[in-house]
């Protein structure tokens, strides 16, 4: 049995209705393995002959030009970080999220509003402040969180990097001049904050060490069970009609 | 300390203390006469022997380009509209204002929070999402408030401009498909939510019908008075 998280009504207030479709995000730290479960969930979503739409983090085309030339230029404080992320959270959750939701759609989120909550607080931001900011957005039917000891997403990251970007390894923080060093020590911080998200906020904790194959049985199964009652858009079409 | 000099949580890993320079804000809808008036300021305060660093909104590197884009296009929503404003707000209050009043500068604001607050309460903005957003922002030492009748404020804005602005006249919120009605009701509610927010907020309230030296000298006077203070 899933436990569905409470719907706290301040959550919802752009959308008091309840909304026909649903909404699954991924949450957990770099290297947890999530994107590879989501790509997963979504191809067999899409097998079964659901409409599923995907956005990842930072990926509104009208803003993530500016915040990769912000963090180039080292030009981010961690208000500004902050604010630059939400903007283009929201640009996506009003132009794409919120509407296939209200169409009835599935839409799979890599990396939601917990990602924004893990961050900031990282750096310093308080931590009502940030909620605040994303107060408007709907709470997922289902936060899969990738929980992995931190070791085992460290190296799966390492392996292979020669190079971690300024602001993931978190070399703002001045935690130390070693990128690698500077990485492990915000992960670390980062998971924290996750793990104690994780019961507030509702998480379904997935255990990322397992095998791809095990942890993506389990969250397929957790999804089926999500879906019953669910009518998929795409039922509507008249029987026999032809579409691709 | 934190939470005497901001509005709300502040900026917590700054860990400010009051800071020596002064913060004094000017307000008013377009056309209101303010960057007439900062630039009597700045002259005046100069001469008197003060540094000063006039800024204003929408002046950042950061994120300016992104919203004159979008709007060109009409294409941002509004909780996004209102994330951008603010991120280009936190950029000049940290790496402009804050630096400036740290080294003891008289900072002259052209319009700062509340213009931002406003255009967004005219437009159904949840106010205690704005103000807990905006709760970054410094306390400024003084706010004046340009006040002037929409009726007035359109016959500036002809004067200056020789016609109305889609968005200056409040056409995204559909009340009319003419212009200048349009124009009209979205300054007499853009009115009411300053009034409501200078009792809130303690504004300076400065006739702005007035000639622009009238309103120069009236100013002067208040911040003399301030200045004085120490």
Not at chain 1, 98 to 113: S, T
Not at chain 1, 212 to 238: D, F, M
Not at chain 2, 45 to 62: F, P
Not at chain 2, 179 to 195: Q, R
Request: charged residues 25%; proline residues 3%; aromatic residues 12%.
């Amino acid at each position: 049995m899933i436990k569905l998280p409470a719907i706290n009504k301040r959550w919802c207030s752009d959308t008091n209705k309840a909304l026909p479709g649903k909404l699954y995000v991924v949450e957990g730290c770099d290297g947890s393995g999530k994107s590879t479960q989501i790509y997963l969930l979504k191809r067999w979503l899409e097998s079964e002959g659901f409409i599923v739409f995907f956005t990842e983090w930072n990926s509104s085309e009208l803003i993530k030009e500016s915040t990769s030339e912000a963090k180039k230029k080292d030009l981010l404080t961690p208000t500004t970080f902050s604010l630059m992320h939400a903007s283009d959270f929201a640009d996506r959750y009003e132009k794409m999220i919120l509407p296939q939701l209200r169409a009835g759609y599935i839409v799979l989120c890599d990396r939601y509003i917990y990602t924004a909550f893990a961050r900031d607080m990282a750096r310093g931001c308080n931590r009502e402040w940030v909620k605040n900011v994303y107060s408007f957005v709907m709470k997922p039917d289902i936060t899969f969180y990738f929980q992995a000891p931190l070791q085992i997403s460290l190296n799966r990251i390492l392996t292979g990097r020669l190079h971690l970007e300024y602001h993931e390894a978190g070399m703002d923080m001045k935690f130390s001049n070693d990128p690698v060093e500077s990485f492990k020590i915000f992960q670390g911080i980062i998971k924290q904050h996750y793990d104690d998200m994780a019961d507030e906020e509702g998480f379904t904790i997935i255990d990322a060490a397992q095998s791809i194959k095990a942890q993506q049985t389990i969250v397929r199964s957790i999804v089926c069970k999500n879906l019953e009652g669910y009518a998929s858009p795409c039922k509507h079409w008249k029987e026999g009609s032809i579409y691709i | 300390m934190n939470n005497e000099l901001f509005y709300g949580k502040g900026l917590p890993y700054l860990q400010l203390n009051k800071l020596p320079g002064k913060l004094i804000v000017i307000e008013g809808a377009d056309c209101s006469g303010r960057s007439t008036q900062i630039s009597m300021l700045k002259d005046w305060l100069e001469t008197e022997g003060h540094a000063v660093l006039d800024t204003g909104l929408k002046r950042s590197t950061l994120i300016g380009n992104v919203i004159f884009e979008a709007k060109k296009g009409n294409i941002l929503g509004k909780k996004t509209l209102s994330l951008l404003y603010s991120t280009d707000f936190a950029d000049q209050l940290e790496n402009k204002i804050i630096p400036a009043l740290s080294a003891g500068f008289v900072v002259l604001a052209d319009r700062y929070i509340f213009t931002l607050m406003a255009r967004d309460f005219v437009r159904g903005a949840s106010k205690e999402w704005l103000m807990e957003l905006f709760g970054f922002a410094l306390i400024p030492d003084m706010v004046f408030y340009l006040s002037i009748s929409p009726e007035t404020l359109l016959h500036r804005t002809f004067s200056k401009y020789g016609c109305l602005d889609y968005w200056e006249s409040g056409m995204d919120l559909c009340f009319s498909s003419d212009m200048f009605e349009s124009f009209k009701k979205y300054h007499i509610l853009l009115k009411k939510e300053y009034d409501e927010m200078a009792n809130k907020y303690n504004f300076i309230v400065i006739d702005a019908e007035k000639s622009p030296k009238e309103i120069q000298s009236d100013i002067r006077a208040k911040i003399k008075v301030f200045l004085d203070q120490k």
